[in-house]
Nanobody, 121 residues
Framework: QVQLVESGGGSVQAGGSLRLSCAAS?????MAWFRQAPGKEREGVAG???????RYADSVRGRFTVSKDNAKNTLYLQMNSLKPEDTAMYYC??????????????????WGQGTQVTVSS
């Protein structure tokens, strides 16, 4: 099972930017970012498959950019124009299936521990 370690969360004012990183201990086919706000279900944010297909949730498209450094087995999420509603715990996930339309992966086998993103108005 691949181990995932996220970093890069923090607090920022609305309109600001943050960059999240997720380092995997080995090869992963599909990697994605999910988030979970207090009292809400976990939702997909952005995912990238092994063949480079990328999907975003409607709520972040145009503001967030997901990328992957295959040589480093590291996933990134560049978050710009952050809004208070982006406040959540962000989780990295790795799966063996494809990327979903909502920005996740199927057949997820590994989750990171999460990194908190807080956006103040």
């Amino acid at each position: 099972q691949v181990q995932l370690v996220e970093s890069g969360g923090g607090s920022v004012q609305a309109g600001g930017s943050l960059r999240l990183s997720c380092a995997a201990s080995g090869y992963t086919y599909c990697m994605a970012w999910f988030r979970q706000a207090p009292g809400k279900e976990r939702e997909g944010v952005a995912g990238i498959s092994g063949i480079g297909s990328i999907r975003y949730a409607d709520s972040v498209r145009g503001r967030f950019t997901v990328s992957k450094d295959n040589a480093k087995n590291t996933l990134y999420l560049q978050m710009n124009s952050l809004k208070p509603e982006d406040t959540a715990m962000y989780y990295c996930a790795a799966g063996t299936g494809g990327v979903t339309s909502g920005g996740g992966c199927t057949n997820i086998g590994s989750w990171g521990q999460g990194t908190q993103v807080t956006v103040s108005s």
